[in-house]
């Protein structure tokens, strides 16, 4: 539909925080990984492609025309409250063709399901959308110098020649560097004078003109001129450090190729390799590991490929057959282990194979025991296994021998009100990263030398943090170094790379996210705020506004953000782009609510299945509490969530449409129960453990209670923008449409109603990192229009 460096994908786009780290690259542990990474393939993954349902279910007739094309049904009336507009720009108006779908008894008939064209190539669908995005256009024609203003504020307040804070490799500083003007980065790469070691946490990289010349592995300003959209996944250099290998989406589908290229000469080795997903591994100097997906995008095979073979002869090393499961692939830590994590929503368990063992196939490492999730780190003589069940539920953290993996010790126990989240394996240290009343804690411990057996943990220490709400992020590490690198930020303090020595304490501020424009932290204040649901529970809320502008007397627009699925946790962090709205008094919060992971398992668990409707009901509870806490105005209350939080916007915009001013819903799975009953799909199947099997009676009619397509009524409803991407892959643009369409059917207001849908692009909006803000400065010059209306 988003936690890590994935979740933030669908976060930060919603939420004006520019992309980062979460689409180049992954949090080096195997649990982050494992529950991130791999989820990241199933985080949103609700529609796809290729449509079946049983013809016994169905039956269709025309009600109006036949399909026709968009603007052939253009003529017809406009909906109430577009009357104004109808007069100058003809308000797009679907037509409709009756699709009727009946399960126990139950009749439900889709007048806009013809907008669903698997190819992406049907004229009418394409017209229409087209018409869509014009109307968009148009209603927005007198907010252009605003929406041109906010752009140049967005764009304004970034560094744009910049570079990461360099990463020890091997002999090499790595990193990443922007230029000015240019939309992609370049991977670049300097000698280190002395070589290979472990560092120091005041090291600086030279740059200066004695220094070591340096290296540009690859420019992806150059390899983007030749397309609209242009994203690189699995950057990897090869152990010696004299290939690279990197697979680019060109479409925005999520499907990548692969190239590998002789640093030294900049030559690429070989044809490409076609059709794989972002897993993508060197086992050797010559051999890469890497899965593909079957025709569903489901990830379900590792195989192994020799530089100088052709892909036809590559080998297969696993196929995962239940098409409840899917795949992912990472190399340990120690660099001496690759595994896959073969997962279902509520059930995972490991493979593994020794890098010095290239030739061999993958053992299971860890039991599939249904309910129960395993993930795993390498360290020495010994694996760390994270182990979650029911009983688990916050997990525990198990070791083993690698001569003797089925036998385990406790290392840290389950505990109710602490949720272990991520490991970090080190060679003479473990970082666990928990989580305690909402927000993530790292506590590092130190190992005993390499070759001794390892039964308990000894003498950990919390690291600690000036401010609260806050958040911190795992980030990639040198396995042979004492030193911890990772992310520290808050709704008020830009996102700030730290190193901290694990040995002596010391902690070093490597770099702070640059904001331009005169910005000044000491403006901001952040605050959290707690709620109570229908049930008692409390929601916790984190809140930001500017100390010297925001009223606080229940007068000011409000902007409230929320998602509430897959365990995902909406952290508390900064977005410079946010400031072009708190800067103009808004008051902009955060609702962790339950289906998340902020507060634990449990919290997850009580926002899925036959629970899910207290995602909704905490929503409602924690804007109705801002507003009796004065933060905000209702006439001045807006909403924002994306993909699985459009869900939330979409059940929340029928059950309180009186409630809110203005909603945002970006690339919203809102078409929930004929999605899941697409039982053809391999990931619907194992989505039905997140969401319910429709299949079953008592399952399909709760959640049809909910489905925002399955419950538009005739009533008033707020102001709304609604985003899609045409070659989204997680949640296809005929949901987003289809809704806009049966919205306009039904409601009887004179508010604004517009759907924006990119061409070119997929779930995560368009790849440039200028080209993002315009989605962004779209947004938010529609809250202002709107909120001024």
Not at 201 to 218: C, Q, R, S, T, Y
Not at 273 to 282: A, D, F, H, N, V
Not at 314 to 321: A, N, P, R, T
Not at 408 to 432: C, D, G, M, W, Y
Request: hydrophobic share 35%; with cysteine; charged share 25%.
């Amino acid at each position: 539909m988003e936690g890590g460096h994935a979740l933030s994908g669908a976060y930060q786009l919603c939420s004006g925080v520019l992309p980062k780290a979460y689409i180049k690259g992954r949090p080096s542990s195997f649990y982050s990984w494992a529950r991130v990474g791999s989820c990241s393939r199933r985080l949103f993954l609700f529609a796809w492609p290729v449509f079946w349902l049983n013809k016994r279910f169905h039956q269709c007739e025309v009600i109006r025309g036949g399909k026709g094309s968009a603007s052939g049904s253009l003529h017809s009336h406009s909906p109430m409250g577009e009357a104004a507009e109808a007069r100058i720009h003809p308000v797009p108006v679907a037509n409709k063709v009756s699709y009727k779908m009946e399960l126990f008894n139950d009749i439900r008939e889709d007048r806009y399901f013809w907008l669903r064209d698997d190819n992406r190539k049907d004229p009418d669908v394409l017209a229409y959308l087209g018409e869509e995005n014009a109307y968009t256009e148009h209603v927005m024609a007198d907010s252009k110098s605003l929406e041109q203003d906010l752009y140049k504020e967005l764009r304004g307040r970034i560094q744009e020649d910049d570079m990461s804070v360099p990463l020890r490799k091997g002999p090499f500083f790595y990193y990443e560097r922007t230029l000015k003007d240019k939309q992609y980065v370049q991977h670049c790469r300097r000698h280190i004078v002395g070589g290979a070691g472990p560092g120091d946490v005041k090291e600086v990289m030279n740059g200066g003109p004695d220094a070591p010349k340096e290296e540009i592995l690859l420019d992806e300003n150059k390899e983007a001129e030749k397309y609209g959209f242009y994203s690189v996944e699995a950057f990897k250099v090869s152990p010696d450090h004299k290939l690279l290998a990197y697979g680019e989406d060109t479409k925005g589908d999520e499907v990548y190729t692969l190239y590998v290229v002789d640093i030294h000469t900049g030559q690429s080795l070989g044809k490409p390799l076609c059709g794989l997903t972002s897993y993508i591994e060197w086992l050797n100097n010559d051999t890469l590991v890497y899965v593909t997906q079957d025709d569903l995008h489901r990830p379900f095979k590792v195989w192994r490929h020799k530089l100088g073979t052709e892909q036809s002869e590559d080998v297969l090393l696993y196929h995962e057959k239940n098409e409840e499961f899917s795949l992912s692939l990472l190399k340990s830590e120690s660099q001496e282990y690759v595994f896959v994590n073969s997962n279902s929503k509520i059930t995972s368990f490991v493979l593994y194979l020794k890098v010095e063992d290239a030739p061999q196939e993958f053992k299971p490492l860890t039991p599939c025991i249904s309910g129960t999730d395993f993930t795993v780190s390498h360290r020495g003589g010994h694996f760390f296994i994270q182990k979650r069940n029911d009983e688990l539920y916050n997990s525990e953290l198990l070791v083993c021998s690698i001569e003797s993996v089925s036998d385990t010790t406790v290392l840290l126990p389950h505990r109710p009100s602490v949720k272990l989240q991520e490991i970090q394996a080190f060679e003479n240290h473990l970082v666990v990263f928990e989580r305690q009343n909402g927000l993530l804690n790292a506590v590092v411990y130190a190992l005993p030398p390499v070759g001794q057996m390892l039964t308990e943990l000894h003498d950990g220490h919390q690291i600690q943090f000036p401010e609260s709400p806050y958040m911190i992020e795992s980030m990639e590490n040198n396995f042979f170094s004492p030193i911890l690198r990772y992310g520290y930020s808050s709704l008020r303090t830009p996102m700030s790379v730290y190193d901290y020595d694990m040995d002596t304490g010391e902690s070093v501020l490597k770099k702070v996210e640059p904001v331009l424009g005169g910005f000044d932290a000491d403006n901001y204040v952040t605050v959290r705020e707690w709620a109570t649901a229908l049930d008692g529970t409390r929601i916790p809320i984190s809140i930001v506004y500017h100390k010297h502008i925001a009223k606080l007397d229940g007068s000011d627009p409000l902007l409230l953000y929320g998602y509430g699925s897959y365990e995902i946790c909406i952290e508390p962090e900064f977005s410079s782009s946010r400031l072009s709205l708190i800067d103009r008094g808004f008051v902009y919060a955060i609702a962790h609510v339950r289906g998340g992971g902020e507060m634990g398992r449990k919290w997850y668990e009580d926002g899925k299945l036959k629970k899910k409707k207290n995602t909704f009901t905490d929503f409602i509870a924690c804007a109705e509490h801002l507003l009796d806490k004065r933060y905000g105005s209702q006439d001045k209350l807006c909403i924002n969530g994306r993909s699985a939080g459009g869900l939330l916007m979409g059940a929340v915009l029928n059950m309180r449409p009186d409630l809110f001013k203005v909603v945002v819903a970006g690339v919203p799975f809102v078409d929930v129960l004929t999605t899941m009953l697409d039982s053809s799909i391999p990931l619907t199947t194992a989505e039905w453990e997140e969401w319910g099997d429709p299949r079953k009676e008592d399952f399909y009619f709760y959640m049809k209670s909910y489905s925002p397509m399955d419950n538009v009524k005739s009533q008033h409803y707020p102001n709304i923008l609604i985003t899609a991407g045409l070659n989204d892959p997680r949640v296809a643009y005929w949901e987003p449409a289809k809704f806009v369409a049966k919205l306009r059917e039904h409601k009887t207001d004179d508010n604004v109603l517009l759907l924006k849908c990119e061409m070119g692009a997929g779930h995560f909006s368009k790849s440039g990192r200028f080209d993002k803000l315009e989605e962004t400065a779209l947004t938010y010059a529609f809250i202002l229009k709107c909120v001024s209306r």
